[in-house]
């Protein structure tokens, strides 16, 4: 049996907000704002996120997916999480979120 949605809906946002405090140090934005998040999906208190890189290149790929999968294990409601780095769809600018637009000097 599943939990309610809006129990799911709580866990989802705490697991966001822990997201957002992972941290790509080459730009110094967080994963939730650069767009990196691809999906979240919940089964019961296990938690599997599908997070990719600006590029595949990206040197510190390994760190922020470590972090990651360390800031899901402190959600409250979660037993279990993994990380996925995906590369499709290839990410763009377009996914960053207006804050991190304007922290980079890409505003309007």
Same mark, same amino acid.
């Given at each position: /049996?599943?939990? %309610? !949605?809006?129990? &799911?809906?709580?866990?989802?946002? =705490?697991?966001? #907000? ?34 990719? /890189?600006?590029? %595949? !290149?990206?040197? &510190?790929?390994?760190?922020?997916? =470590?972090?990651? #999968? ?39």
């Amino acid at each position: /049996m599943s939990a %309610p !949605a809006p129990a &799911l809906d709580a866990l989802r946002a =705490r697991i966001l #907000e822990q997201l957002g405090e992972v941290i790509d140090p080459e730009l110094g934005l967080n994963v939730v704002d650069l767009g990196l998040v691809y999906g979240i999906d919940l089964e019961g208190s296990v938690v599997r996120v599908r997070l990719t /890189m600006t590029t %595949p !290149a990206c040197p &510190l790929g390994e760190q922020i997916v =470590r972090d990651a #999968e360390e800031r899901l294990q402190q959600v409250e409601g979660v037993t279990a999480a993994s990380v996925e780095l995906v590369w499709e769809p290839p990410w763009g600018p377009e996914r960053m979120s207006d804050r991190a637009r304007d922290a980079l000097g890409w505003g309007a």
